[in-house]
């Protein structure tokens, strides 16, 4: 599903973030990416979502080598992609419903076709109260369902989560990860960058480990 051949990239003027990175994560697994702040977790996420392209090496996304894709080809497989970013990025001025809804919007599909799964979603993440609410007046917790309602409401087959639970206590933390799980069950690819030892060492699913700018896959549990 990801592929990542000897990757590096480096920003402008800057030193390799990441240096010669192999990693295949197959359809339908389940990813804890860890490492210390700095070590290059959000840049690799970049790298798989398509914000960014590696300065050498070669991404292939659902069997596809994504650099000889045009970018109309890359638009299109970037929405099977959802992501969950660490500071949730919901848009102030519109509310619950309207933000998760916006990836439909924008993909231009009419709202008759898709209202009744997205109340069904947001009953789903607990939300089915709060549809007219504005993000400002969520609590962290139902900020971070309401990012993942959004990354998950046009069904991508893959899902990047970059420090879901860093502004939320562990309890919702652990609730966010239930959540996650239960897609993956689905059959969703989930790959989720965080540096809380508590909450991988709470679940027992392979962890590939940043550091120095090389990757390393851990032993569960260790
Ligand atoms: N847009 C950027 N331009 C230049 N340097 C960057 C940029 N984004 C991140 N970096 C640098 O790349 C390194 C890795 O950052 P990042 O991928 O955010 O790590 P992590 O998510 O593991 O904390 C850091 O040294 C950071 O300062
Ligand atoms: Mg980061």
Same mark, same amino acid.
């Given at each position: 599903m990801i592929r990542l051949e000897n990757v590096s990239l480096r #920003?402008?003027?800057?030193?390799? @973030?990441?240096? $010669?990175?192999?990693?295949?994560?197959?359809?339908?697994?389940?990813?804890?990416?860890?490492?210390?702040?700095?070590? +290059?977790?959000?840049?690799?996420?970049?790298?798989?979502?398509?914000?960014?392209?590696?300065?050498?090496g070669r991404v292939y996304l659902m069997g596809h080598d994504v650099s000889a894709q045009s970018r109309k080809s890359r638009a299109l497989?970037?929405? $099977?992609? +959802?992501? @969950?970013?660490?500071?949730?990025?919901?848009?102030?001025?519109?509310?619950? #419903?309207? !933000?998760?809804?916006?990836?439909?919007?924008?993909?231009?599909?009419?709202?008759?076709?898709? $209202?009744?799964?997205?109340?069904?979603?947001? !009953?789903? @993440?607990?939300?089915?109260?709060?549809?007219?609410?504005?993000?400002?007046?969520?609590?962290?917790?139902?900020?971070?369902?309401?990012?993942?309602?959004r990354a998950v409401i046009t069904r991508p087959r893959i899902i990047i989560a970059d420090e879901p639970t860093g502004n939320v206590d562990p309890e919702i933390g652990e609730r966010l990860l239930r959540l996650l799980i239960e897609l993956n069950k689905m059959g969703t690819t989930i790959v989720i960058a965080t540096h809380d030892r508590q909450l991988w060492e709470k679940f027992d699913f392979p962890r590939l480990h940043l550091d120095n700018g090389q990757l390393a896959l851990m032993r569960e549990g260790v």
């Open positions: #920003y402008p003027k800057g030193k390799d @973030v990441l240096r $010669h990175i192999n990693l295949d994560i197959p359809q339908g697994a389940f990813r804890f990416l860890t490492g210390p702040s700095g070590a +290059g977790k959000t840049s690799l996420l970049k790298l798989i979502f398509l914000a960014h392209a590696p300065t050498a497989m970037r929405r $099977h992609i +959802g992501v @969950v970013f660490q500071d949730f990025r919901l848009i102030d001025h519109l509310s619950v #419903y309207e !933000n998760i809804t916006l990836p439909l919007r924008i993909a231009g599909h009419k709202q008759s076709f898709w $209202h009744e799964n997205a109340v069904e979603l947001l !009953n789903w @993440v607990g939300l089915g109260q709060r549809l007219d609410a504005l993000p400002e007046t969520l609590s962290g917790g139902e900020q971070q369902r309401a990012a993942i309602a």
